[in-house]
């Protein structure tokens, strides 16, 4: 639209209109508003209009990020790959929105906090922090509104200059960015369109998202490239050890370290408390520390932060199970009943007792919270404390007719005849074979 035809839609003359667009004069409430209805920006001028008349200064630069880890180690390849993103975007002169997913405590925040730091100071708008909330087992996950809600003021937009409802909130925030680049992180989301209403779109902006659910939701809305955050490498368990418990301890017991990491699932939750373990009693070795998590129904005590019992393997694996539907608890419960680390599709299908397609999808559900993990088609990983912890949920939340029931159809379904046999429960023994075999016929049907 011309300016001359809004002039003479608004009832006001060209001249003024011009000064207001080029921010030679400020506009009445009157005269936001009717430009808003007039070009349908929904509550977007009005909003800056106040702000504009009440901070003749300008916007604050806001610098939100919380201290990271205090001994962080490794992630290379994963900041490096970040970095490239980056820099592609910066030449596109296009917006970057990254989504981190992966497991419970596998440093997907703590990463995303590092790779801020690095690139803080990029951004002359500021930086955004807001911890969502969406996978903590007490709070509720925060509502947009209230986010967007706390970035205004953190512009040092006055409480009365923030438009009530999220729509025109959002339209405000992304009008700031538009002003001067910024980068938001938003950590620990509970899904995709948890953080829709907080996405920027200018040119230079960067979002960046950490959550347990993989966002693919994001990815096809908003183009946000997905990287998954894995478990860490031998040698970066080491380091993280190594940098907690003290470099001498590990370099004399090598063995023990990598035992100890491996007892950890190499998850830097696990790694940590294990470490803080270590700092703690100086007096006992690694092998001890190995020892102590021997016991697959002693291990999840174990790495238990005895200060801060939130801080523990256990509570963050709850949160994502708890979060389940029935049906997916269920079979989650039911696949910690199977020894072995990888399963198929068919025996899973046993286990739970539902028919091949049906459970296909209900280890879609799982793998899409990273409850498990696919290595391939119709196969299934999970780390050992995944293992246990759903082995100690179904000991509490079935009964021990089922969970004999679902075995004895494994292992039925392992001899490849009538899914009741054999005809009495199961001992360990067998079901371990059973498993073991059922992992072998799988590997050589894998090719
Ligand atoms: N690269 C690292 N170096 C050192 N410590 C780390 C690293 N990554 C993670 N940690 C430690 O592991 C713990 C868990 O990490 P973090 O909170 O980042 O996991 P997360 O994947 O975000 O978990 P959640 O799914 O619960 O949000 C942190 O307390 C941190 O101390
Ligand atoms: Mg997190």
Known sequence: MSLRQMARLLHYSPGWISRVEN????????????????????????????????????????????????????????LKELDVLLADANRRESVLTVALDGPAGVGKSTVALRWAYEIAD????????????????EARPLAAADVLEQFLTAFGLPAAAVPADEAERAAVFRSIAVRRPILVILDNAAGSRHVEPLLVGARGCVALVTSRRRLTGLAVKAGAHRLSVR???????????????????????????????????????????????????????????????????????????????????????????????DEAARTFRFL?????????????????????????????????????EETGPDR????????????????????????????????????????????????????????????QVEQVEQG
């Open 23 to 78: 921010g030679r004069a400020i506009p009445t409430d009157e005269l936001a508003r009717a430009c808003d209805e007039l070009l349908a920006l929904d509550g977007e001028l009005i909003a800056l209009a106040r702000a504009d008349r009440s901070g003749p200064v300008g916007l604050l630069r806001p610098a939100q990020l919380p201290p990271g880890a205090s001994a962080f180690v490794g992630r290379r390849a994963l």
């Open 336 to 372: 910690g009943l199977f020894p072995g680390a990888t399963i198929g599709a068919a025996a899973a299908a046993a286990l739970v007792d539902r028919p091949l397609g049906h459970t296909r999808r209900l280890l879609e559900v799982l793998a899409a919270v990273h409850l498990l």
């Open 231 to 325: 478990p860490m490498d031998q040698s970066e368990s080491a380091d993280l050890l190594s940098a907690v418990a003290g470099p001498e301890r590990v370099a004399a017991e090598p063995t023990a370290t990598a035992d100890l990491a491996r007892r950890c699932a190499h998850l830097p939750l696990a790694l940590r408390i294990a470490a803080e373990r270590l700092a703690t009693f100086p007096h006992r070795s690694i092998a001890d520390a190995v020892a102590e998590l021997a016991d697959r129904q002693h291990r999840l005590n174990v790495l238990t932060d005895i200060d801060d019992p939130h801080l523990a393997v256990r509570a963050a694996l709850s949160s994502s199970y708890r979060a389940l539907d």
């Open 122 to 137: 990029r951004f002359p708008g500021g930086v955004l922090f807001t911890d969502l909330q969406g996978n903590s087992p």
């Open 380 to 439: 299934y990983l999970r780390h050992d404390l995944l293992r246990d912890y759903a082995a100690e949920r179904a000991a509490e939340e079935e009964s021990a007719t089922a969970c004999q029931e679902a075995l004895r159809r494994l292992v039925g379904w392992y001899v490849g005849t009538a899914r009741d046999w054999p005809p009495h429960a199961p001992g360990e023994a067998e079901v371990a074979e059973a498993a073991e075999r059922v992992e």
